[in-house]
C-alpha cells in the first residue's frame, strides 16, 4: 500500500491547484471574509507544501514510480502554471487591461508544460535546473498578482505584463538554476541557498506577499550571477 501514498499526495497537490483555479475566476468575491485572490494564494501555497511532501514520502518510502513521476507534472502544470496565469488573467481584466495585454497570461501554463515536459526526460536536472522551476514562477505570479490587488491605482500596464512574458520564458531559458535541495547543512556548497532563504525572510516580513515577486527575483540574479562565477552550482 505504501506505493500509493505519495500518489495520494500528489493528487492533493491537484485538488489544491483546482480549487486556486476556481477562485482565481472570483478574484473580487468573498469567501467569508477573504477575497478570492487570496484564497487563490492559499491554494497555490498548500499546493506547493504537498509536491514538497509527495517528493520527501516517496523518498522515505522508497515508493518512486513512472506513474508518480507523471502525476506529478499533470498536478504541477494546474496548480503552478494554470492556477497563477488565470488568477493574473483576471486581475489584469478587472483592472481594465486590454483582453491582448491580459492574454499574455497564458504563455505562463505554455511554458511551464514544456519546462516540465523537459524536466521528465532530463537525467541532469537532479541537482540544477535548467530554466525556472515552475513552482517559483507560481510564487513570483502570487507576488504579481498581490501588487495588483493591493495598489489601489494599479501597477504599470506594460510593467505587469513585461513581467509575465519574463517569468515565462524564463522557465524555459537554456540557464542552470540551482536547486534548494540541502547536500548537508554546511556553508560550503550552499551559500546561494541560504542567501536565498535570508532574502525570503527579509523581503516576506518587509513586504508581505509581495516579498515574493522580489524574492524569486533575486532567485533569478543570484543564478545568472552564479553561471558567470561558478563552475557548479
Given at each position: 500500500?505504501?506505493?500509493?501514498?505519495?500518489?495520494?499526495?500528489?493528487?492533493?497537490?491537484?485538488?489544491?491547484?483546482?480549487?486556486?483555479?476556481?477562485?482565481?475566476?472570483?478574484?473580487?468575491?468573498?469567501?467569508?471574509?477573504?477575497?478570492?485572490?487570496?484564497?487563490?494564494?492559499?491554494?497555490?501555497?498548500?499546493?506547493?507544501?504537498?509536491?514538497?511532501?509527495?517528493?520527501?514520502?516517496?523518498r522515505l518510502?522508497?515508493?518512486?514510480?513512472?506513474?508518480?513521476?507523471?502525476?506529478?507534472?499533470?498536478?504541477?502544470?494546474?496548480?503552478?502554471?494554470?492556477?497563477?496565469?488565470?488568477?493574473?488573467?483576471?486581475?489584469?481584466?478587472?483592472?481594465?487591461?486590454?483582453?491582448?495585454?491580459?492574454?499574455?497570461?497564458?504563455?505562463?501554463?505554455?511554458?511551464?508544460?514544456?519546462?516540465?515536459?523537459?524536466?521528465?526526460?532530463?537525467?541532469?536536472?537532479?541537482?540544477?535546473?535548467?530554466?525556472?522551476?515552475?513552482?517559483?514562477?507560481?510564487?513570483?505570479?502570487?507576488?504579481?498578482?498581490?501588487?495588483?490587488?493591493?495598489?489601489?491605482?494599479?501597477?504599470?500596464?506594460?510593467?505587469?505584463?513585461?513581467?509575465?512574458?519574463?517569468?515565462?520564458?524564463?522557465?524555459?531559458?537554456?540557464?542552470?538554476?540551482?536547486?534548494?535541495?540541502?547536500?548537508?547543512?554546511?556553508?560550503?556548497?550552499?551559500?546561494?541557498?541560504?542567501?536565498?532563504?535570508?532574502?525570503?525572510?527579509?523581503?516576506?516580513?518587509?513586504?508581505?506577499?509581495?516579498?515574493?515577486?522580489?524574492?524569486?527575483?533575486?532567485?533569478?540574479?543570484?543564478?545568472?550571477?552564479?553561471?558567470?562565477?561558478?563552475t557548479d552550482?
Amino acid at each position: 500500500m505504501k506505493k500509493y501514498i505519495p500518489n495520494t499526495i500528489t493528487l492533493l497537490n491537484l485538488l489544491f491547484g483546482f480549487t486556486a483555479l476556481l477562485c482565481a475566476f472570483h478574484p473580487m468575491k468573498m469567501f467569508g471574509s477573504t477575497p478570492g485572490y487570496l484564497m487563490c494564494f492559499y491554494c497555490i501555497l498548500l499546493a506547493a507544501v504537498a509536491d514538497f511532501c509527495d517528493g520527501l514520502c516517496a523518498r522515505l518510502l522508497h515508493a518512486y514510480s513512472d506513474l508518480g513521476k507523471q502525476l506529478d507534472s499533470l498536478s504541477d502544470l494546474v496548480s503552478f502554471g494554470v492556477a497563477p496565469a488565470a488568477l493574473l488573467f483576471n486581475l489584469f481584466e478587472a483592472g481594465g487591461a486590454p483582453f491582448g495585454a491580459s492574454f499574455t497570461c497564458a504563455l505562463i501554463p505554455l511554458m511551464a508544460a514544456l519546462r516540465l515536459a523537459r524536466f521528465n526526460i532530463d537525467p541532469e536536472q537532479a541537482t540544477t535546473f535548467k530554466g525556472l522551476p515552475v513552482p517559483s514562477c507560481a510564487l513570483f505570479c502570487i507576488g504579481l498578482a498581490a501588487m495588483i490587488a493591493y495598489t489601489p491605482t494599479g501597477i504599470n500596464l506594460y510593467a505587469g505584463v513585461g513581467s509575465v512574458v519574463a517569468i515565462a520564458l524564463l522557465m524555459v531559458a537554456p540557464v542552470k538554476m540551482y536547486s534548494l535541495k540541502f547536500k548537508s547543512l554546511a556553508p560550503k556548497g550552499n551559500l546561494l541557498r541560504y542567501s536565498l532563504i535570508i532574502v525570503a525572510i527579509v523581503c516576506i516580513s518587509i513586504f508581505g506577499w509581495q516579498g515574493l515577486y522580489y524574492t524569486i527575483g533575486y532567485y533569478v540574479i543570484s543564478s545568472f550571477i552564479a553561471n558567470l562565477f561558478c563552475t557548479d552550482i
